[in-house]
């Protein structure tokens, strides 16, 4: 088992995570549009007996 | 507005019956013209939105297709013994695009009319979650919003693909629906398959992959449920746009059919009016 998956990341934020360090390591002009690549707005919401639930936060 | 003006003729008396005042013609004719002038800023607007969507896609499309490959040839069946059913409704925000948001609602309700118990849903836009909510809000296990302004990412299909993960909720297998683009002016409903690991490690044709531990079989089925939902969410939003753009083109020609039509009217009711107060001036004359 990797060191990554004991730690309780899955997949996805593994590769989100090392995404973010080889856009950080970019040089400027290129760093500019790869980080705007990296933006993400959507919000997720948990839902049960069809209401939305406050407490979860992604 | 026009029924109360007409109403308004009759009790007064002023003017011939079902004909509308000047005033009442210019005002419609007005408020007709300034929709025109929204619907066809908003096409200008959809059209920009759908060459960058429609560039996008051409890239993301390679992703889809690999990750769609890999359960293709490893023939994965759904399990049996495991009735759960996860399905993924990819929509948006935004309305005003024609039928694409109910055409995917519609397909998942169909589903869910045949079996409330064992599917769940995850609503991505509020438009899908508006439709299902009303009727099968306790199937919902998510709901995402905040989709639709701009272009879907990977940041945005990862941040979902980890919610699912993480939902807790035992699938056996999964679809999304979304909707697949053809050309600007048609798209189609589709599906594509998600299945959970215990299905993809009992396929009995998985050996064709070497090298395979399920930890890599773990891995690679995270990450590609979130390139498949990046993949899908790129050609909802490719086919929301050009939907837009003919619902917005068709919205234009109307109000410009309906434009005509108003001032033929208000151009003849001018016209009566002009003609009946000649009318009086001259009877008024020779009865002198």
């Known amino acids: 088992m990797s060191a990554w998956r004991q730690a309780g990341l899955n997949y996805i934020n593994y590769s989100k995570i090392s995404a973010k360090l080889l856009r950080q390591a970019l040089k400027s002009d290129l760093k500019a549009d790869a980080l705007k690549r990296e933006a993400s707005h959507l919000k997720v919401t948990k839902w049960e007996d069809g209401k939305p639930i406050k407490t979860s936060e992604y | ?288």
Request: glycine share 6%.
């Open chain 2, 1 to 288: 507005m026009l029924g109360k003006a007409v109403v308004q003729n009759a009790f007064f008396g002023q003017q011939q019956r079902g004909m509308a005042t000047l005033k009442a013609i210019s005002m419609r004719l007005k408020s007709v013209k300034n929709i025109q002038k929204i619907t066809q800023s908003m096409k200008m607007v959809s059209a920009a939105k759908y060459a960058r969507a429609e560039r996008e896609l051409k890239q993301v499309r390679p992703i889809g297709n690999g990750a769609k490959q890999f359960y293709e040839q490893a023939e994965i069946a759904p399990p049996e013994d495991v009735p759960q059913k996860l399905v993924i409704a990819i929509t948006s925000d935004r309305g005003l695009c024609g039928a694409v948001h109910t055409s995917v609602a519609r397909h998942i309700r169909t589903e869910l009319a045949k079996d409330d118990q064992n599917i769940k849903v995850v609503c991505v836009g509020d438009k899908s979650k508006a439709i299902l909510s009303r009727i099968y809000g306790k199937n919902i296990i998510l709901a995402c919003n905040e989709i639709g302004r701009l272009p879907p990412t990977f940041g945005d299909a990862s941040k979902l693909a980890d919610a699912v993960l993480k939902s807790e909720y035992k699938f056996g297998s999964g679809e999304i629906v979304y909707n697949r683009f053809k050309s600007v002016v048609s798209y189609q409903t589709s599906i594509l398959p998600v299945y959970s690991l215990q299905s993809v490690a009992a396929s009995p044709k998985l050996s064709i992959y070497d090298s395979l531990d399920d930890e890599v079989i773990q891995s690679y089925l995270e990450f590609s449920l979130a390139s498949l939902l990046f993949y899908s969410m790129k050609e909802g939003a490719c086919s929301e746009q050009s939907s837009r753009m003919t619902a917005m083109d068709n919205a234009s020609k109307n109000a410009g059919e309906m434009i005509d039509k108003l001032t033929l009217t208000f151009n003849r009711t001018r016209q009566a009016v002009i003609t009946r107060e000649l009318i009086e001036i001259i009877s008024g004359a020779s009865a002198l």
